[in-house]
RNA sequence: GCCCGAAUGGCGGAAUUGGUAGACGCGCUGGACUCAAAAUCCAGUGUCCCUUAAAGACGUGCCGGUUCGAGCCCGGCUUUGGGCACCA
């Protein structure tokens, strides 16, 4: 019988499919494990290699973990709203339902061929209505809470209200966005409207205005996350700065949590760091500084975290969107700040990060310095943001180079306030020295003058300590179709929740999918969008709204009653490895977790973090190949003969290309115009140049793993991908080498099959084999769960080589186990095939045992110290008894052995001996 | 500019975490089988000196240090990948 894997592959797909062997479902009395891929976004193109990647890892964790006697869930869905759907509808009509429909039974089609164990009976998309139901709900659990700073969680809107009619504004502290200042009386005597508008400032899905990112060529606003230098991420339109009123999430309220609770999970260093930047906390203090504009006066709040530095300042600066810029504008200086912001507003964001070029207006008023009692001018620029800290700053321009840009264009003076630092040429920034000018910090250091500084504030009551985070309030509306609609509807101008029996509000019919002709969201075509004879809320939710929870919803897929069970959470918990890539580091990856701890904060879920460990694979860059065309000729040159001519190099479709040598046969029927082309070879060889480069259509580098499938199989794509290096990294795909796992497998099916004779027999494995094989179990079992599954591949692979000829059933039953992960058809044909009638899931991961797999051995003599040392391995559960035996067989004397805990030395005279412990 | 990470043969990558660098695979060279090819199997394959071999020397981006011993630790660079970037 030969090795034939696309009848094996075939054949245990549908069994598997058949007796549903990877359904999951909770069992106490096994111990639990989520295993969870960052599930696709079923595009046109279809399933790349590059996909596959994390989740043959995290198959091959699941079905290790199965092996170990662990209860695994393991499933696997579509995140199927989003732009590309909808950008596709505008221009051809046809309903995103439709197009992702297409796209999700393409990716389904190609994810069976790969042998993954998912329980498909938990498969949803987030377009369902069943799904996006929940996705829903919890819109309106956050509508219907508010932030409690003290308690640091989440809580019904109906406390919150209670407390305003017990103690006024003041009766709690509470996360909001300027909210105005009232008595209890007062707020009883509100009406309604009133009530509702001032419950909107804490409500922890809001409505708001604030300065979003608009992009006009998509319609529609985006999150920070979603604007990658001033240009969408999707499309790469530009994106404007403009202030609208939106749906916001209150994810600022979460900052401290979101930053504490990253000590807590097993995620990447650099993963977390890049949290924590997004978070971005600083300590610092907030002052208030009196500025006087046409004979009145107010008091600005600004922030700094260099309170050290007040007697440096010189003047203020507003950002151009902060609400003081109309109340500090003079008279005289009106028409030139109206100019000044008509200029700003026109900027993308792109130019305004990219131009760097320092711009402002003179406000025309005047502020108090709070320590010196100077008066500085107050200006307006864009360098200043409002949506951090007050929008409003003091300026130092010795200690900090923006202010010092600022103050260099405009001409404003500069004060060096610590000792020794040259600030003629450029600001000095680092947090060092000793200060100077300074009045009562004088002498001290700057790390000493901070706190001195802000205690000093505190006392005199010109400002307390502050900690502010960079991370915003995540913009939650999108003037777009395709995505959930808000359970929303307007009474009498009053946003009020539908009822929750009333969910899902599914998506109307609409006859085109563009915004109106009046800029309205699409959702405004649709007819009778109403509820009770109210207006519905038109825009719709962010592509992230519906996967910010799917981990939840695995848990118990099909409930109409809860978006999980207590039971089925209390059970599975959260997911203990997810794997994915790190480009959502900053978006779904925070998303997810303040919209978990949000469902923490409300009792709906048991633990506050969704993800224990996460591991990021690398992308896989595709590998181009390039042929080289003589110009003005249909003559095409190999790659070492280049140079002699003059060529044009193009690229050639990598599929027509085996480890560079390109199919000359396949290049000709490629293209019509290469029918007749000529070819100069290299020992009767085309050898393509390479390169490597994104993946993509357009280099003709995308490869399709079914492609890999129909020529190799699913076991050797499976094998291969993970040998091609450690999961983490970045690489290009390259199909060298992928002849050399293709054989591994072949050869490994020639341990039981010579031809049509059966070799497998009954006999007592070798001492050897017994080492090869143990030494195998130790190393799977440890790469595994390090996820280096690059060394496991090779570790079968000597394996094999040590193996060779031996067909012994109490080897190869357990090499079957061990192999199951990585190459699940061959392994469950070749099982079967050996008597067993129950899939090798069922198995057991053999025992490792250690005994069989470390003699000790004298590795080598080292000279140093005048002595001569020999290294004696031996395992690190020997005697030191064990060790001077051992040390005697080897001739040699020992005179002193060492606490085996740690390696020690043996002397003997004139020699020592440096013992090695293994594991 | 700031913060992480990486650098090892012709290529992808190993190296028990301070102990014989280059496992495993690809590629390449030679051989066996074959009329021939494919497939398969066997042997060789870091560099230099050399007809070859033995032996030797050199060798983990660069310079220096610690150590009996450094790919691994320390100091200073270079190149490169990624993230953040007026965050006061």
Redesign the pocket.
Known sequence: MDYDFIEIEKKWQAWWAEHKTYKAEPDTTKPKYYVLDMFPYPSGAGLHVGHPLGYIASDIFSRYKRLKGFNVLHPMGYDAFGLPAEQYAIQTGQHPEKTTHQNVARYREQLDRIGFSYDWDREFRTSDPDYYKWTQWAFLQMFGSWYDNGLQKARPIAELEAAFAEGGSAAVDAANNDAPVFTADEWTGFTEKEKADILMHYRIAYQGESTVNWCPALGTVLANDEVKDGYSERGGYPVFQKKMTQWQLRVSAYAGRLLEGLDRLDWT??LK??QR??I?K?Q?AEMVFKVTCDGKQHDVTI????ADTVFGVTFMVL?PESEWVEKLTSASQKEAVAAYLEQVKKKTERE??A??AVTGVFSGSYALNPLTGAEVPVWIS????AG??T?A?MAVPAH?S?DYAFAKKFDLPVIPLIEGADVSEDSFDAKEGVMMNSGFLDGLTVKEAIPAAIDYIEANGLGHRKV?Y?IRDAIFSRQRYWGEPFPIYFKDGIATPLPTEELPLTLPEINEYKPTEAGEPPLARAKDWTYGGYPLETSTMPGFAGSSAYYLRYMDPHNDKALVSPEADGYWRNVDLYIGG?EHA?GHLIYSRFWNKFLYDLGYVCEDEPFRKLINQGMIQGRSNFVYRIVNTNTFVSFGLKDRYETTEIHVDVNIVR?DRLDIEAFKRWRPEYEHAEFILEDGEYVCGWAIEKMSKSMYNVVNPDYVCNTYGADTLRLYEMF???IE???PWST??I???N?FL??FWRLFWDRDTWLVTDGEPTRAELKTLHKLIGKEQEDIENF?Y??TV?AF??AL?EL?GCSKRAVLEPLLILLSPFAPHIAEELWHQLGHEDSIVYAAFPEYRPEYTVDSSI??P?S??GKTRF?LEVPASATPAEVEAQVRSHGLTPKYVGDLSIAKMIVVPGRIV?V?L??
Do not use: C, H
């Open positions: 260093d650099s760091e890049m930047n997004w971005g600083s610092g922030f700094t975290t260099r950002a305004r990060i131009g760097k864009e360098y200043v943001l951090y800290g929008g700053i900090d923006r502010n960079r790190t900053t480890n091609l290096g450690p990294q970045a690489k060298d080498g002849d050399g796992v054989r072949k050869r280096s690059n060394t090779s692979m000597i080589n060779q590795k080598y080292v140093f110290n290294f440096n090695v293994k594991k």
